[in-house]
């Protein structure tokens, strides 16, 4: 299939596409045991008020010492997205943040130890007619398996260096694979947050304010 062709409900492509990484049992029951929870999943979602449609992800996640699993969205040009409400739980390495937009690049990402495994994948809203219900078309962007990253995040005295270093990601012939550019930084933010032990925050998703702040500070910028 190709990667901009539209996931067809019930295949193994839109499976993973929607709901994320097929992770084997064994890998769910270990971060079942580490109390690590992750909502990768994106819904379709209507606003009654402003009539349309719009994509629904939740920023999860977090790490213990030997496993961490993170979940983070941002717009189609890797800029973060406003959080439409922070969610405060007394639990940790679970859910923190309720984002909706249009369009979203989930980025995903598994690390077991010091093996990373990272999928990034486009989500859009199809165009349907005014009696269609829409469908969500996705389109992976990136994936990388086996990675490897020289520093333990982890632990408290490499805590300086979150959210400035992400796993390296080698083809199967042995060459290194580019991150996309735009989600470069979004990327390491992510890292970071499957370092973050006991993880009670978002990495990657922004209070409205801040959005709002920066388009204001862009305005203003002199031609």
């Known amino acids: 299939m190709s990667i901009s062709e539209r996931h067809r409900p019930g295949t193994a492509s839109s499976r993973h596409a929607l709901y994320g990484l097929e992770l084997p049992s064994s890998a769910l029951k270990a971060l079942q045991k580490r109390g690590i929870y992750c909502t990768p999943g994106v819904s379709l979602e209507h606003q009654h008020l402003a009539r349309r449609y719009v994509l629904r992800g939740v920023e999860s996640g977090g790490a213990v010492s030997d496993m961490g699993r993170a979940c983070a969205f941002v717009a189609e040009d890797g800029s973060p997205l406003p959080w439409l409400q922070p969610i405060h739980s007394i639990a940790v390495n679970g859910r923190h943040a309720i984002l909706l937009a249009e369009s979203m690049v989930r980025i995903e990402m598994l690390r077991s130890e010091r093996t990373w495994e990272l999928a ?95 388009k204001v500070a862009e305005k203003e910028q002199p031609a």
């Open 120 to 214: 990034i994948t486009l989500h859009t809203v199809s165009r349907a007619s005014d009696r269609e219900r829409p469908q969500i078309v996705s389109k992976p962007l990136f994936r990388g398996r086996d990675g490897v990253l020289s520093v333990d995040l982890w632990k408290e005295e490499n805590r300086g260096l979150r959210g400035k270093l992400a796993p390296v990601f080698y083809s199967r012939a042995g060459e290194v694979l580019p991150l996309p550019l735009p989600f470069e930084e979004a990327i390491r933010k992510t890292t970071a947050a499957v370092c973050c032990l006991g993880c009670k925050h978002t990495h990657v998703g922004v209070p409205p304010a801040v959005v709002v702040v920066n």
